[in-house]
């Protein structure tokens, strides 16, 4: 399987150096990537979540909340959708038939109603409490606006799977080929999962938001800015949860026996060294190339 990074519209909140530390200033909005792949399969294209859409940059104020607008100003331009990065690759978006998304925050399921015929699979937990809008910012963070879909979203049942490099409950996914797997790693959001992707050189994991840095995964000394951290206590359904998986993907990162490339969604420099290309350019760009 080929597999091919999208960055799906960058956020640039507010606090600078402190949130992706590498901005000059703390006073300038930084650069936060939205970490999306797709995947050429024998028989069709897979997405794995879907970033920003075109409805999104077209009328943000309807879909998405004002609270969240603010706070993380997305660099909204179409070119850098999913869908327009599929067509610049030379794809046919109709030929995009599953989505697999690691949660329903509305920076990674926006760009759903760009592909209306494709299967969107995700964990039970996280349709179900997304549904709920329990809380005021549930209500900000997940969007129905966005869920055109619904009528085509499968879900899976948390207990049920395969133990896989620690984690368990790892399943494959109907209708998918066996080197997809959802893995499961709940604290972000209450049905939070990873996206595991066999190719030739060995594993890629998408761990989503179970982290927000790179320096999250030092064994020695985890770290992470103040920002982002302030950020993922704000955002987090279940801390406990959320640090132990995070101590397992730290752990997972640094086994000797584990041919394993392990990245989040959201930090540019990840998504830089395992795309080959600036962030801020869409696949396919013969000028991305570095």
Sequence with gaps: MRLHHLNCISTCPLGGRLKDGFTPGVFERGHLACHCILVETPESLVLVDTG???RDVADPYSRL????????????????TAVRQIQ???FDPADVSH??????????????????RAQVHMMARERDHALLQETWLDRQRFRPQQWSTRPHWKVYDGPRGEEWMGFGAVRGLDGLPPEILLVPLPGHT??????????GEGWRL????????????????PRCTPGLRLYQWMM??????????????RELRH?????LDLFCSHDVLEFERISGRSARLPAGDIEARH
Excluded: C, W
Aim: no cysteine; net charge negative; aromatic share 8%.
């Design 52 to 54: 920003l859409g075109l």
């Design 65 to 80: 909340s004002r609270f969240f607008l603010a706070l993380v100003r997305p660099d909204f331009r179409e070119q850098m």
């Design 88 to 90: 610049h690759l030379g």
């Design 99 to 116: 989505i697999v998304l690691t949660h329903l925050d509305f920076d990674h399921a926006g760009g759903l109603d760009d592909f209306p």
């Design 190 to 199: 209450h049905g939070h999962a990873g996206v595991a992707i066999q190719t």
């Design 206 to 221: 998408l761990a989503g938001d179970a982290y927000f840095h790179r320096d999250e995964m030092d064994p020695g000394h």
């Design 236 to 249: 987090e359904k279940d801390r406990e949860a959320r640090l132990r998986n995070q101590a397992r993907l």
């Design 255 to 259: 086994r000797a026996d584990t041919r």
